[in-house]
């Protein structure tokens, strides 16, 4: 019990999760990965610490979103007692957790259905639609082959790469509409809320 309570209190232990904390802030995401990880070698149980991690680890590709999750946290844990730390740590954790398995939903709801049937579609995956559309005009192959045709993706990536391509092309239109048809956590995808101005910038 006394060895629980020395290492919970290990002045380096706070010394580097204060350091994490104040990397974050300034948006040096690797330097307060390595604070928090080093804290949490120290006590791998420490909520704070692990806190710190995740927020890092997710500023790297949302840095808006992350922030707005540690500025709860600080708000939380500023204005409420001390005996509920424990309390708002957990409450912010299921948070991150549950931002996390949204975009996990996100990446799969694109290509799941045309993974399991793509073999038993008439369609043509998206890397062969690209060398086609590498050697013709673009606009030509495009509407010849969406009315006769279904483009598979089988990854997320390929269909940011259509969306922007279509932007480019002057669908844009067309564009916004696959994105108001997907999920809500797509705006939380900085990626898609990039194609997405792109393509507001051309309706004006």
Known sequence: MQTNFQINNDPKKRTLIKKGFKAFVNQEYKIALRFFSDA?????????????LLLSDMAMDFPREAYGFYELYETMTNTQPRVARAKIQHQILE????????LDKMSTVIS?????????????LYPDFKKICQNKNFKEV??????STKIVFTNKNDFYD???LLVENNFYEMSISYIENMPGVAIYDTKIRKILQKAVNKTK
């Open 40 to 52: 949490l070698f120290l006590d791998k149980d420490d909520l704070s610490a692990r806190i710190g």
């Open 162 to 164: 259509f969306l922007d």
């Open 95 to 102: 948070l991150i957790n549950s931002f996390d398995a949204n």
């Open 112 to 124: 799941n259905e045309d993974n399991a049937e793509a073999e038993n579609i008439d369609g043509i």
């Open 142 to 147: 495009f509407e010849n082959l969406i009315f």
